[in-house]
């Protein structure tokens, strides 16, 4: 007679030689891959949809109490589109000034806007490689921030010719990462075009012969004071100051970094959740210093940070969100 077995991972967490506080706070998703805090304080989880025609589904969480079952939970079901050409989303922000949910298609070239009566809309097209992940963040002045990669593998596979905007890149052969910066209130036309905006990285970026191109951007974070942190491939973070001045700030251990998502902490810190290969979540300091937080966790993808300093994160494999909090709190 078979016996069902139930395995249940426990992560090792460490913070400062301190053990924080591990809770369960919801069960039954599918997939989840994305979180991000709304206006009235509400977890939105996106996650893979439970049959083969949704692109996506989307649960808000009202936290606290005993852990939710979301398989309970109301939801919306985000359905394929019909044209030929389908993309499931793999990048989720909100819209701080509107509270819209900003979507976008993993290994795709646009990203939406899912408003609060429910209607799906182009907000920006154009893109060379739209990772999944934190491949956008919306900052303070209610900017949003996109990260691109610019190659002859992705001019091949972009819907657009190369953005008008890299002619001067492209007369120098520039192949390297991308940076986008666009104002979400402005009253321009929709969808935006980023292949017709000047990139906010590089701006005056001539290759040296000879040297390796910086690797692809995988994630990004906006601080309140403008600063852009970026995550590379290689597992280096990079800041980019308001004022232009682009520098390394920190090396993470190396690994495969994929689908990873970053969340900013009422301190300053930037979180890692470093996905399905590396499985652990690190805290970057303001000045560089790389704590490592939680290991062995089930593909944490998904992160973010209430006004607490506690984390929420998205273990994709285990189909649940789990909240780590600081000691102290």
């Not at 069960?27 to 025609?53: E, K, N």
């Not at 000034?97 to 298609?105: N, Q």
């Not at 953005?163 to 052969?173: F, T």
């Not at 192949?175 to 009253?187: A, T, V, W």
Request: hydrophobic share 45%.
């Amino acid at each position: 007679m078979a016996v069902a077995c139930v395995l249940a991972i426990v992560p090792t967490l460490v913070v400062g030689g301190e053990v924080p506080r591990f809770e369960v706070v919801a069960t039954g998703f599918v997939r989840p891959i994305q979180l991000a805090f709304d206006g009235p304080g509400r977890l939105v989880v996106l996650s893979h949809g439970r049959s083969d025609t949704a692109a996506a589904e989307i649960v808000w969480l009202d936290l606290g109490g005993a852990p939710v079952d979301a398989s309970r939970l109301p939801r919306v079901v985000v359905p394929f589109a019909t044209e030929p050409r389908k993309a499931s989303f793999g990048s989720l922000a909100v819209d701080p000034s509107s509270g819209d949910l900003l979507l976008g298609e993993e290994n795709g070239n646009r990203i939406y806007r899912f408003s609060a009566d429910r209607r799906l809309t182009s907000l920006a097209v154009g893109l060379q490689h739209l990772v999944g992940g934190s491949a956008f963040a919306v900052d303070r002045h209610g900017r949003l921030v996109v990260v691109d990669y610019l190659s002859a593998d992705t001019q091949l596979r972009s819907e657009t010719p190369p953005p008008p905007g890299l002619d001067v890149l492209s007369d120098r052969n520039y192949q390297g990462p991308l940076i986008f910066r666009i104002d979400l209130n402005d009253e321009g036309p929709r969808p935006r075009r980023l292949d017709l905006v000047a990139p906010l990285f590089p701006r005056r970026l001539t290759p040296t012969p000879g040297r390796e191109p910086l690797p692809r951007f995988v994630s990004v974070a906006a601080r309140p004071d403008g600063e852009v942190i970026v995550l590379s491939s290689l597992g280096e973070v990079w800041t980019l100051t308001a004022g232009g001045d682009f520098s390394l700030l920190a090396r993470l251990p190396s690994g495969n970094y994929q689908r990873i998502s970053m969340a900013l902490a009422p301190d300053g810190s930037v979180f890692v959740s470093s996905g399905l290969h590396i499985r652990e979540i690190f805290r970057v300091s303001a000045d560089g210093v790389v704590t490592t937080i939680a290991r062995g966790l089930g593909d944490p993808e998904g992160i973010a940070v209430d006004r607490s300093g506690a984390l929420y994160v998205a273990e994709s494999a285990l189909h649940r969100i789990i909240r780590i909090v600081p000691t102290g709190r």
